[in-house]
């Protein structure tokens, strides 16, 4: 499988913004789909998780309740609802997939799949 992010942008504070990740192949099969972003200067950090059915999402604290993942297997596609986009939201995002089923998802290396990043700006 390889992954695809895309939707990145310009956008005012306040505002929002859909990312998608479109995968090469089925999604399904990934047990666990993430999108992670990374700031200047700053540490690649974890965003949200989504399982493969769909049915749990987990969210680090500072975007819960703003942002919303979700997963479409029929589109083989991961998607990113940003919403109340603050300029401390800024970075490239990337999207992650990790293939069997693990107890842990916020590291960089609990995935073994990753695709290129998409830059989100957000001005004040």
């Known amino acids: 499988v390889q992954l695809q992010a895309s939707g990145g942008g310009l956008v005012q504070a306040g505002g929002s913004l859909t990312l998608s990740c479109a995968a090469s192949g089925r999604i399904f099969s990934m047990y666990r789909l993430a999108w992670f972003r990374q700031a200047p200067g700053k540490e690649r950090e974890f965003v949200a998780a989504?399982?493969?059915?769909?049915?749990?999402?987990y969210y680090a604290d500072s975007v819960k309740g703003r942002f919303t993942i979700s997963r479409d297997n029929a589109k083989n596609t991961v998607y990113l609802q940003m919403n109340s986009l603050n300029p401390e939201d800024t970075a490239v995002y990337y999207c992650a997939a990790r293939r069997v089923r693990a107890t842990t998802f916020t590291k960089v290396w609990d995935y073994d799949v990753w695709g290129q990043g998409t830059l989100v700006t957000v001005s004040s």
């Open positions: 989504i399982v493969w059915n769909g049915e749990v999402t």
